[in-house]
Structures are given as structure tokens and as C-alpha cells.
């Protein structure tokens, strides 16, 4: 039921921005917080940024602090992700996440490579 399309990766170098999108559908997007997970080869998945249902309050692994920013739109039942100053340890697959459920989707791959 819970649907989750996440997209906007590629391929960028060091210092490079990418924003990614999630499209969601199958559950009242406005009344769950979200957030978005990635997982590195080798790796477990790691919370990277976290968002209020309502958008007023975020959270963020120390590791993007000052280069991520999480945001969500009610209306598009869209979340969203800007990364800014990629660096190589921000290679992985990554995912959104709705509120409690289980749904996680393909994610989309963000490369960051010279």
C-alpha cells in the first residue's frame, strides 16, 4: 500500500549538489514525519535526516550537518533532500521513509566520484 519513488541521484564530483525527491502515495503523507536513509556497500542503512510531519522541526546525522537540508511539501506529498558539498563518504543508495512503515522502495544511487 505505502508507496515510496525516490529519484534524483547520479553521478556528481566532490563539492558537486544533487537533489533528490521522493514521491510518495498510500498513507496521509501530511500526518507522519519522514526521512531519508542511506546505505554504503559494505554498510548498514543510516538515518541521515528527519523531518516533522508538519516540517517545522528537522534532524540531521552529524556527518551532513550544514550540507543537507531536508524538506517536505504536504500539498505534493513530496519529500525532498539538498545536498550540497558532496563529498566521497556520501556515496550510497538512498532511501525515504514514511513515518513507522516498513515501505522503503529501490532508492535512487548518489555517486559522488572524481
Known amino acids: 500500500q505505502v508507496q515510496l519513488v525516490a529519484s534524483g541521484g547520479g553521478l556528481v564530483q566532490p563539492g558537486g549538489s544533487l537533489r533528490l525527491s521522493c514521491a510518495t502515495s498510500?498513507?496521509?503523507?501530511?500526518?507522519?514525519?519522514m526521512s531519508w536513509y542511506r546505505q554504503a556497500p559494505g554498510k548498514e542503512r543510516e538515518l541521515v535526516a528527519g523531518?516533522?510531519?508538519?516540517?517545522?522541526?528537522?534532524n540531521y546525522a552529524e556527518s551532513v550537518k550544514g550540507r543537507f537540508t531536508i524538506s517536505r511539501d504536504n500539498a505534493k506529498r513530496t519529500l525532498y533532500l539538498q545536498m550540497n558539498s558532496l563529498k566521497p563518504e556520501d556515496t550510497a543508495v538512498y532511501y525515504c521513509?514514511?513515518?513507522?512503515?516498513?515501505?522503503w522502495g529501490q532508492g535512487t544511487q548518489v555517486t559522488v566520484s572524481s
Open positions: 521513509k514514511a513515518g513507522p512503515f516498513n515501505s
Open positions: 498510500g498513507f496521509t503523507f501530511s500526518m507522519w514525519p
Open positions: 523531518i516533522a510531519a508538519t516540517g517545522s522541526d528537522t
